[in-house]
């Protein structure tokens, strides 16, 4: 069962446009919603995290902004990057758990 | 200061081998996870530690997979008789303790089971 659909897949943004991935969740019981952001090689890092009690929450270009009602929240990047180009994850985790449920990932490339 | 490191960063082996994964979780770190990474494909929980103990096993794809941490600090995932559709990432991760959000990830060891 897929907990937390991610949408697209993949995604080509030109430098300096702004770039949308979106995610959609199942389980009301999810408190915790991060990003994290994988270069080449490398593990995932923490990018930036919401809970459900706000709608938004910015952190320099990237943006969460989440809809409890619809049960979906998206990460905005504004002003993208070439250095932006990576692969994007969201999560969630359920209220008393440790365990992140993560999203299928997109593939993100900013063309300079 | 260090990050998570696990160690090897790449494993071949043949299937029906045995093979051992290593985490070094950030120093004070008493949350330990393992997840899998398969090609193209999102993070998959496997196992969460707390301390040496291991409340959370329910990602553990067969009895095939087994963990244990020692001394609230080192962990190691063992695979036993390996087959094909083990091969992926296999990504570790701490973090500060129980109720503590950032989970800090290492960079993985790409298993290929041929």
């Known amino acids: 069962q897929q907990q937390v659909k991610q949408s697209p897949q993949s995604l080509i943004v030109q430098k300096g446009g702004i770039s949308i991935i979106n995610c959609a969740y199942e389980?009301?019981?999810?408190?915790?919603f991060p990003w994290y952001q994988q270069f080449p090689g490398k593990g995932p890092a923490l990018l930036i995290a919401?809970?459900?009690?706000?709608s938004e929450k910015k952190e320099g270009r990237f943006t969460i902004s989440f809809n409890k009602s619809a049960k979906q929240f998206s990460l905005h990047i504004m002003d993208s990057q070439p250095g932006d180009s990576a692969t994007y994850f969201c999560a969630a985790r359920r209220q008393g758990a440790q365990k992140l449920v993560f999203g299928q990932g997109t593939r993100l490339t900013i063309n300079p | 200061g260090a990050g998570v490191s696990q160690s090897p960063s790449n494993k071949v082996t043949e299937k029906g081998k045995d093979v051992e994964l290593r985490c070094d979780p950030i120093?004070?770190?008493?949350?330990l996870y393992w997840y899998r990474q398969s090609l193209g494909q999102g993070l998959e929980f496997l196992i969460y530690f707390q301390g040496n103990s291991a409340p959370d096993k329910s990602g553990l794809p067969s009895d095939r997979f087994s963990a244990e941490r020692t001394g609230g600090s080192v962990s190691t995932l063992t695979i036993q008789r390996t087959q094909q559709e083990d091969s992926a990432v296999y990504l570790c991760a701490s973090s500060l303790g129980r109720n503590t959000d950032t989970q800090y990830f290492g960079p993985g060891t790409r298993l290929t089971v041929l």
């Open positions: 919401i809970r459900p009690d706000v």
């Open positions: 120093s004070g770190h008493t949350a």
């Open positions: 389980n009301t019981a999810f408190d915790y």
